[in-house]
Antibody, heavy 126, light 110 residues
Framework: QVHLVQSGAEVKKPGASVKVSCKAS????????INWVRQASGQGLEWMGW????????GHAQKFQGRVTMTRNTSITTAYMELSSLRSEDTAVYYC???????????????????WGQGTMVTVSS | QSVLTQPPSASGTPGQRVTISCSGS????????VYWYQQFPGTAPKLLIY???QRPSGVPDRFSGSKSGTSASLAISGLRSEDEADYYCAAWDDSLSGRVFGGGTKLTVL
């Protein structure tokens, strides 16, 4: 069975960093990109960025420029998302989600985020 | 303020057909595929529609997606009480070089 299992809840002080892990199982880790999406309480979904576990290439939403780092350890099929300089507005549930892609001549083809982690609650509070 | 615009709420009675709209621009919906996600309270989203109108295996054919120009729609036919959830559209935005979501639509089954 395909699973993404995320690390547990975190409580951080403003200005600190948090690193969330996302352990993949049941599929070939390097064949699917990992996206990170967050959701503040009662709010909508906010896309943060993506990572190609095969190449290590990443991309992120402009609002997280300089604050987000996405990495992976292919030997343990785990992706990580680190967010620094935390502020209260970063309090949210953070999800990882895989997305199948195919390399095309004019760019990659994507098929939607079809498997999601259970979410990690990150609370930023002094 | 979301880049993709959805109505905050929608409703219907069991058996009815309901549509949820998603409005964008040339840089996102107009030039890229649209995806739809369903989310129940306290749970992770679930992929409902990919590449405008494709259903992943296991998604009932009561759910369908369409796109025209810079707008997209999710239609749910034969509405059931278990369809009561939040629905989000998403697309890649070329100007932002990133993925964008709609603000979400809360569907109530009366």
């Amino acid at each position: 069975q395909v699973h993404l299992v995320q690390s547990g809840a975190e409580v951080k002080k403003p200005g600190a960093s948090v690193k969330v892990s996302c352990k993949a199982s049941g599929y070939t880790f390097t064949n699917y990109e990992i996206n990170w999406v967050r959701q503040a309480s009662g709010q909508g979904l906010e896309w943060m960025g993506w990572m190609n576990p095969n190449s290590g290439d990443t991309g992120h939403a402009q609002k997280f420029q300089g604050r987000v780092t996405m990495t992976r350890n292919t030997s343990i099929t785990t992706a990580y998302m680190e967010l620094s300089s935390l502020r209260s507005e970063d309090t949210a549930v953070y999800y990882c989600a895989r997305e199948r892609f195919k390399v095309g001549l004019l760019g990659n083809h994507y098929y939607g985020m079809d498997v999601w982690g259970q979410g990690t609650m990150v609370t930023v509070s002094s | 303020q979301s880049v993709l615009t959805q109505p905050p709420s929608a409703s219907g009675t069991p058996g009815q057909r309901v549509t949820i709209s998603c409005s964008g621009s040339n840089s996102n919906i107009g030039d890229n595929y649209v995806y739809w996600y369903q989310q129940f309270p306290g749970t992770a989203p679930k992929l409902l529609i990919y590449r405008n109108n494709q259903r992943p295996s296991g998604v009932p054919d009561r759910f369908s997606g369409s796109k025209s120009g810079t707008s997209a729609s999710l239609a749910i036919s034969g509405l059931r009480s278990e369809d009561e959830a939040d629905y989000y559209c998403a697309a890649w935005d070329d100007s932002l070089s990133g993925r964008v979501f709609g603000g979400g639509t809360k569907l109530t089954v009366l």
